[in-house]
């Protein structure tokens, strides 16, 4: 157990629909990335938060957008779904942007 | 900007065998490096870990090396398990434009055989 939670495990939903991704961050860790990977693109890095701000930007789309709270808990919004959204969400912690990144079990995202 | 590569797999190994993976990187300043492994099923879990030059990162009977000077991180262990069977990932941790990334190379795929 890696200490990020990621909630839910699994969402089935339709196209054009939105949904919401929650992660938790292990105790500590001020620093949370979300990634996303598909079988044809690997791992993609999305957008990065350090301490409620937003550090760095990867290739998200216009449709998804992202934000950190302050008890430090993440969402990522995907909206105006696409079948091409369907992936694996994964959210990640860090202490700090160098050190290490924790893993979440991530989420399961279909769309129909 | 910063970037990882590591060779394409699928890898297919019999037990007992000795793996190398290959990994590069392209980065301004002094990165870390990480190799990430991830089973089937489940998400990311962090294998090893090396913060500057010549560090060894090892764990679990694997091992990698920070090489500067050919701005390598090589993933090695001496005799793989069935159980290693996964996909593992490079990566590396800087600073690029500004702003820290954690940048993953593609992935690659270990089978190994009994």
């Known amino acids: 157990d890696s200490g990020v939670t990621q909630t839910p495990k699994h969402l089935i939903t339709a196209t054009g629909q939105r949904v919401t991704l929650r992660c938790s961050p292990r105790s500590g860790d001020l620093s949370v990335y979300w990634y996303q990977q598909s079988l044809d693109q690997g791992l993609q890095f999305l957008i990065q938060?350090?301490?409620?701000?937003?550090?760095a930007k990867g290739n998200i789309l216009e449709r998804f957008s992202a934000q950190q709270f302050p008890d430090l808990h993440s969402e990522l919004n995907l909206s105006s779904l696409e079948l091409g959204d369907s992936a694996l969400y994964f959210c990640a912690s860090s202490v700090t942007p160098f050190t290490e990144a924790f893993f979440g079990q991530g989420t399961r995202l279909t769309v129909v | 900007g910063n970037s990882v590569t590591q060779m394409e797999g699928p890898v297919t190994l019999s037990e007992e065998a000795f793996l190398t993976i290959n990994c590069t990187y392209t980065?301004?300043?002094?990165?870390?490096l990480f190799w990430y492994v991830q089973y089937p099923g489940e998400g990311l879990q962090l294998l090893l870990k090396a913060t500057k030059a010549d560090d060894k990162g090892s764990n679990k009977g694997f091992e990698a090396t920070y090489r500067k000077e050919t701005t390598s991180f090589h993933l090695e262990k001496g005799s793989v398990q069935v159980s290693d069977s996964a996909v593992y990932f490079c990566?590396?941790?800087?600073?690029?434009?500004?702003?820290?990334?954690?940048?993953f190379g593609k992935g690659t795929k270990l089978t190994v055989n009994p």
């Open positions: 938060y350090y301490n409620g701000e937003e550090r």
């Open positions: 980065a301004t300043g002094y990165p870390s």
């Open positions: 990566a590396l941790s800087g600073s690029q434009g500004g702003s820290e990334k954690l940048v």
